[in-house]
Structure formats: C-alpha cells, structure tokens
C-alpha cells in the first residue's frame, strides 16, 4: 500500500489508513447512479490495510455460524436484491428451518427419468426483517452466516481479532517464528 501512511490506531479497532483515491474525503467523480461517493472506501473515507483486512475476515469468522448451526430464533445478516431492484444488506430473525424437499425448492432439477432431485444437504430458511417482510433462502448446510451476538461476545471476538492482527506482517501473512 504505498503512498498511505499509518494513522495512530485506536486499541479497539483493527487497523485502518486514508483511502489513497479520494485522500479521506469519502468523495470521489460524480457517478448518476451513485453520485460522488468513493468506490474504494465506499464513503468511509478509510480503508483497511492488508493486515487489517486479513484480521477483519478473522472477526467476521469468529461472529459466524455454518448454517446447520442455526437456531430458529437467531439473527442473521442478509444481502439480497428486492422484487424492484433495491439492494439490502440487512439483519433477519430465523423464523423456521427445514431440509431443502422438492416441495419447498424455489427450483429443482430433473434427472434422466424425468424426477425432480434439489442438493443433499440444503436448508430452507424462513426470515423475518419486520412485520411485513419476510425472506425465504435455501443454504448448503455448510455456507457460513453471519449472526448476531451480544456486545460481550462482540467485544471478545475484537479483542482475538486484534491479538491475531498482531501477528500479521504488511502483508497480511502470520509472521514466521524465529528460533
């Protein structure tokens, strides 16, 4: 990341420096469809290093559950497109979860004596966001979600995060031990 400069870290965040394309003002060219927001720090007028890229995905790992693991009642992060092209990124309660069957599948496969077959191993998930918005997904058993936590939890996962960030060079590899 040449061209950027360290800035002082706070002790709870992993670490950050200026976006090098808009010099930390969150702006950048006008764009119609996204006005004169920064595609690389998408506004947030900072970027992660390679380190901190590298610790973040660590972070998000440790606040994430396989799908399989989910209980119906958890909350889980969502990005999706709605029926009029909006994009959402947005946190759902689990309201119920089932096997993926040819009766539930959005769409199914059919195999050369003319049966339905869906994935082995698939889970449809009922999601609610509000009242009146619901969500329906089909997950492999294994894809990992993020979920949500309580603030003590959160608050140890950046606490592992930031000692695993310690042991990263530059480049976002774990230091070699020397002995």
Same mark, same amino acid.
């Given at each position: 990341?040449?061209?950027m400069?360290?800035e =002082?870290?706070?002790a709870? %965040? =992993?670490?950050? &420096? ?15 469809s996204?006005?004169t ?9 900072? &970027?992660?290093t390679?380190?901190? /890229?590298?610790a973040?995905?660590f972070?998000? #790992? =440790?606040? #994430?559950? @396989?799908? #399989? @693991?989910?209980? &119906? ?11 009029? !092209?909006? +994009?959402?990124? $947005? ?8 096997? =993926?069957t &040819?009766?539930? $599948?959005?769409?199914? @496969?059919?195999?050369t004596? !003319? ?8 889970? +449809? ?10 969500? !329906?997904? @089909?997950? $492999? ?6 979920v949500?936590c309580?603030? %003590?939890?959160k608050? /140890? $996962?950046i ?10 060079t ?8 020397? !002995?």
């Amino acid at each position: 990341m040449t061209g950027m400069t360290n800035e =002082l870290q706070n002790a709870t %965040e =992993l670490e950050r &420096v200026t976006c090098s394309r808009c010099g930390g003002t969150g702006t950048y060219s006008y764009c119609q469809s996204y006005g004169t927001t920064c595609f690389k720090c998408a506004g947030a007028k900072r &970027v992660f290093t390679k380190r901190g /890229a590298v610790a973040n995905d660590f972070l998000i #790992s =440790l606040l #994430s559950k @396989q799908a #399989s @693991q989910l209980q &119906v009642g958890d909350k889980v992060r969502e990005l999706g497109v709605t029926n009029g !092209g909006e +994009v959402f990124n $947005a946190w759902f309660v689990v309201e119920a979860i089932e096997p =993926l069957t &040819v009766d539930n $599948a959005g769409c199914y @496969q059919i195999d050369t004596n !003319g049966n339905k077959i869906v994935p082995a191993n698939h889970l +449809v998930l009922r999601l609610r966001r509000t009242e009146n918005e619901t969500l !329906g997904v @089909q997950y $492999a058993a294994d894809k990992v979600v993020r979920v949500a936590c309580t603030a %003590e939890v959160k608050k /140890a $996962a950046i606490a592992q995060a930031l000692a695993y960030q310690s042991t990263l060079t530059k480049t976002g590899t774990v230091r070699k031990v020397r !002995g």
